[in-house]
């Protein structure tokens, strides 16, 4: 069966600080792997997706994520950020592109000035 | 082009009251998904329909039923309100086959409280 662990619950980073998030993920072929943020009160929106190909992927909003196979990881990161970054951060797979989505529990991203 | 709408936005029900959660996508979508999203659990699938008329359980769909009578609509029914569907419920809809140019588009979500 599918999964997906991220390890921090919580993280505060300083803004203009660099980010990491971590996803690791459990699934038996090429996974389709997705990263999602969640505004209080808000849906969510897709930060980056991968499929296939290159394994660094750049998205929205600066952010960028490395698929890693041999690690079974696909870390989000963020060069600088910026106060609007704070959210909720979701790390997801996918068997079949965007159907039956596992999601991680996510990670709350707290921004200090 | 207003995506994925749901209604309501927040509900409270009683203890075994039955309703209707709904959902509409005008994006010609044939994919559509409801999620149930709880403190710490990140989202949870609850039922899935790959097309009108086609629809399948998820990882939670105890307490749920659903119907897709048209690639636009498929509401989620609550047949019998507990506590323990207190949660934010999201719907989902996305092309058939995913590619670099598709993506996933989730509704506002659905608050609701069971007391």
């Known amino acids: 069966a599918q999964s997906v662990t991220q390890p921090d619950i919580h993280i505060t980073v300083s803004e203009g600080a660099s980010l990491e998030l971590r996803c690791n993920y459990s699934y038996g072929a090429t996974p389709y792997l997705f990263w999602y943020v969640q505004s209080p009160g808000q849906g969510l929106q897709l930060l980056l997706k991968y499929f296939s190909g290159d394994t660094l992927v750049q998205g929205i909003k600066g952010f960028e994520a490395e698929f890693k196979r041999s690690q079974s990881s696909f870390n989000l990161r963020k060069p600088s950020v910026h106060w609007s970054d704070a959210a909720e951060y979701f790390c997801a797979v996918g068997a079949l592109s965007f159907q039956k989505l596992v999601f991680g529990t996510g990670t709350r991203l707290l921004v200090s000035p | ?115």
């Open chain 2, 1 to 115: 082009n207003a995506g994925v709408t749901q209604t309501p936005k927040f509900q409270v029900l009683k203890t075994g009251q039955s309703m209707t959660l709904q959902c509409a996508q005008d994006m010609n979508h044939e994919y559509m998904s409801w999620y149930r999203q709880d403190p710490g659990m990140g989202l949870r699938l609850i039922h899935y329909s790959v097309g009108a008329g086609i629809t399948d359980q998820g990882e939670v769909p105890n307490g749920y039923n659903v119907s897709r009578s048209t690639t636009e609509d498929f509401p989620l029914r609550l047949l019998s309100a507990a506590p323990s569907q207190t949660s934010v419920y999201f719907c989902a809809s996305s092309p058939p086959r995913g590619d670099s140019n598709t993506e996933a588009f989730f509704g506002q979500g659905t608050r609701l409280t069971v007391v």
